[in-house]
């Protein structure tokens, strides 16, 4: 075979397979989309940006702690770190709302801060589209209300506040655990 054969037989082959080639699909301009960590915290739904979580776990084994707020539950030992736990509803002058075997710690590791809150619930990765962003989170307990900053609703009209990490730990109450 010619190289003159050679080439139009791939250029034949070229033509076909553009005839047969399927369409790529369609673009579509999505949203850009929100990811955090759902929880529930006072029978709420919270939501907190992924950055700002380490990790999530289940509660572990603790010793208390003397001459330190009703909140603090104590220290724990998660793989060779003291990691000090701390009730989040009970913080916000609430009562846990689930039973003990729910409840998930949230741990915070930035800034000089390794803390795990202790919320009832933990729901996992939760996205939101942009368009389902508030500025105002309704219905959120006052106390809470400082360190909440909007509200996405997902696609079943389930709110869920953000809650933002920075602001509690600059919380004053929150720095001072001790008892006065």
């Known amino acids: 075979m010619s190289q003159e054969a050679a080439f139009q037989a791939l ?3 070229a033509e076909l397979s553009k005839k047969h080639a399927k369409a790529l699909p369609a673009q579509v301009n999505a949203s850009p989309r929100w990811s955090g960590i759902g929880f529930s915290l006072l029978n709420q739904r919270f939501v907190v940006p992924l ?3 380490a990790e999530m776990l289940e509660v572990p084994p ?8 009703p909140w603090v539950v104590g220290l724990a030992n998660v793989r060779g770190r003291l990691l000090p ?3 989040m509803a009970q913080f916000f ?18 800034n000089n801060y390794y ?3 202790i919320v009832d619930q933990a729901y996992g990765m939760q996205h939101f589209t942009s368009e389902r962003y508030s500025e105002q989170a309704t219905d959120i307990p006052d106390a809470v209300q400082s360190i909440v900053q909007g509200a996405y609703t997902d696609a079943v009209g389930n709110s869920w506040a953000v809650m933002n990490i920075p602001s509690l730990l600059q ?4 720095a001072n655990a001790a008892l006065s």
């Open 11 to 13: 250029v034949e082959l």
């Open 51 to 53: 950055g700002q979580i």
């Open 62 to 69: 603790s010793t208390r702690l003397p001459g330190v707020q």
């Open 85 to 87: 736990l701390f009730d």
């Open 93 to 110: 002058g609430g009562v846990t709302s689930t039973q003990r075997k729910q409840h998930r710690v949230l741990v915070v590791d930035s």
């Open 115 to 117: 803390s795990g809150l």
């Open 171 to 174: 919380d004053p109450r929150f």
